[in-house]
C-alpha cells in the first residue's frame, strides 16, 4: 500500500490569497490525483498529475486557478489561487500504486 | 466515457442488521472497481476492490462487494452492521487512467 502525506491538513484562508496544498507518497509512482470535494458531494478530478509532464486538467478546471508541479516521482503541489468562499472544499491528493489508487486525509480549506 | 450511479443516497439500517449499498456503473472500456469510505471529519479510505477473476471480493471491516458484468454492478454488503459503520461510502470506477466517483451513500446505522 501506499502512505499519502498532506499539508496543511486545515487552514483559513482570506478571499484573494492563494494556497499551496503539499502531497508526498512514500512510494515512487508514476501518477498523481488531485480532487476537490465540496461540502456535501462527492469527489471531482482536478487533474492528473505525472512526472515529467504538464498536468492534465478536467473540463471546467484551469491551470491559472489550480497550477500543480510534480517535480519527482513522491511528490506534488496544489495551489488554489485568489480564493473565493466557493474554493472552501476539501482537496485530496491520491496515487496510483500497481492497480489501486489511494488517498490522502485531505486538506480542508476554508475560505471567509 | 465512464460514470457510477449510487442509487441511494441515504440509508438507514438498525444494529446488527444486514445492509446492501448499491453501486451500477458504464463504461466503454475494461474497468476496475472501488469501494471506499469516509468517516465523519475524516479522508477516504479504501474498503475493497475488484480487478478481476473472482466476483465476490471482500475487504476490511466484514463488508463484501459482488461484481455482476451483466448488470454492470457492483453492490457492496455487510451481513451485520455496526454503530461504527456509519459513514460515507463511495464507489468508484477506474478506467481510461481516471478514477470516477458516485455521489456517495450515506450509511446510517440506528441503535
Known amino acids: 500500500s501506499a502512505v499519502i502525506s498532506q499539508k496543511p491538513s486545515r487552514d483559513i484562508c482570506q478571499r484573494g490569497t492563494s494556497l499551496t496544498i503539499q502531497c508526498q507518497v512514500d512510494?515512487?509512482?508514476?501518477?498523481m490525483f488531485w480532487y476537490r470535494q465540496q461540502p456535501g458531494q462527492s469527489l471531482t478530478l482536478i487533474a492528473t498529475?505525472?512526472?515529467?509532464?504538464?498536468?492534465?486538467?478536467e473540463s471546467g478546471f484551469v491551470i491559472d486557478k489550480f497550477p500543480i508541479s510534480r517535480p519527482n516521482l513522491t511528490f506534488s503541489t496544489l495551489t488554489v489561487s485568489n480564493m473565493s468562499p466557493e474554493d472552501s472544499s476539501i482537496y485530496l491528493c491520491?496515487?496510483?500504486?500497481?492497480?489501486?489508487?489511494?488517498f490522502g486525509e485531505g486538506s480542508w480549506l476554508t475560505v471567509v | 466515457a465512464q460514470s457510477v450511479t449510487q442509487l441511494d443516497s441515504q440509508v438507514p439500517v438498525f444494529e446488527e442488521a444486514p445492509v446492501e449499498l448499491r453501486c451500477n456503473y458504464s463504461?466503454?472500456?475494461?474497468?476496475?472497481l472501488f469501494w471506499y469510505v469516509q468517516y465523519p471529519n475524516q479522508g477516504l479510505q479504501l474498503l475493497l476492490k475488484?480487478?478481476?477473476?473472482?466476483?465476490l471480493v471482500k475487504g476490511i471491516n466484514g463488508f463484501e462487494a459482488e461484481f455482476n458484468k451483466s448488470q454492470t454492478s457492483f453492490h457492496l454488503r455487510k451481513p451485520s452492521v455496526h454503530i461504527s459503520d456509519t459513514a460515507e461510502y463511495f464507489c468508484?470506477?477506474?478506467?481510461?487512467?481516471?478514477?470516477?466517483f458516485g455521489t456517495g451513500t450515506r450509511l446510517t446505522i440506528i441503535p
Open positions: 491520491s496515487s496510483r500504486l500497481g492497480n489501486t489508487i489511494y
Open positions: 512510494s515512487q509512482v508514476t501518477m
Open positions: 498529475a505525472n512526472q515529467g509532464s504538464e498536468a492534465t486538467y
Open positions: 463504461s466503454s472500456v475494461s474497468v476496475y
Open positions: 475488484y480487478l478481476s477473476g473472482s466476483t
Open positions: 468508484a470506477v477506474f478506467g481510461n487512467e481516471k478514477l470516477t
